[in-house]
């Protein structure tokens, strides 16, 4: 079992809306949270790391969350643009500088 | 500056056949790693590399892959015979020593295995 669950796989919105995407993590303790973003053909780009102590961090708009109570981060998108389409990864690292646990991601796609 | 260079972009083989991905690190980057990613997945570690060393491969199919760093630098990835279920994005990745969690990833490499 992933140790890092996304959702959902994918999400249609329009342009200028808002919207959420959830990531489930069961690894505990851990160093820190980070979101990706991955365009089509690209590499993952980092967009926000928080570390357990941490509970948002923002990027422009961008902004992400995280509950280590219920061991569960957001990553919401506000005022989406046709450039937000890409894929949203959700990445967790162990202590001890064990290498990240990568979950499946989340393909949005904005729509004009 | 120069992101992590990989080539080729674009890889299409038949089965059976031997390929190779070549990576060119961020300049001081001695850190490097080479991941999958299957269609819709997450990446998927490889191998990693701390300068010309393969310090962990736990999770690279040693039958028929194969992986160097000779001179710490720039790394080749290689898989002989490839077979169907290869089929993936091959990313690579570099940082600063100590810096495991600020990766920067190359545009992959995307194989197509006929």
């Known amino acids: 079992k992933n140790q890092v669950e996304q959702s959902p796989q994918s999400l249609i919105i329009l342009e200028g809306k808002n919207c959420t995407l959830q990531c489930n993590y069961t690894v505990s303790p851990f160093s820190n949270l980070r979101w990706y973003k991955q365009d089509t053909g690209r590499g993952p780009v980092s967009l926000t790391i928080?570390?357990?102590?941490?509970n948002t961090k923002s990027n422009g708009r961008y902004t992400a969350t995280l509950d280590a109570d219920t061991k569960q981060s957001s990553l919401h998108i506000t005022a989406s643009q046709l450039s937000d389409s890409a894929s949203y990864i959700c990445v967790v690292r162990p202590p001890d500088n064990n290498d990240m646990r990568f979950g499946a991601g989340t393909r949005l796609t904005v729509k004009p | 500056e120069a992101g992590v260079v990989q080539s080729p972009r674009y890889k299409i083989i038949e089965k059976k056949q031997p390929v190779a991905f070549w990576c060119n690190p961020i300049?001081?980057?001695?850190?490097l790693y080479w991941y999958r990613q299957n269609l819709g997945q997450g990446p998927e570690l490889l191998i990693r590399y701390e300068n010309e060393e393969a310090v962990d491969d736990s999770q690279l199919p040693k039958d028929r892959f194969s992986a160097e760093r000779l001179k710490g630098v720039d790394s080749t990835l290689k898989i002989q015979p490839a077979e169907l279920g290869d089929s993936a994005v091959y990313l690579c990745a570099s940082s600063f020593p100590g810096q495991r969690d600020t990766q920067y990833f190359g545009p992959g490499t995307r194989l197509t295995v006929l």
């Open positions: 928080m570390t357990f102590s941490e």
């Open positions: 300049s001081g980057h001695n850190t």
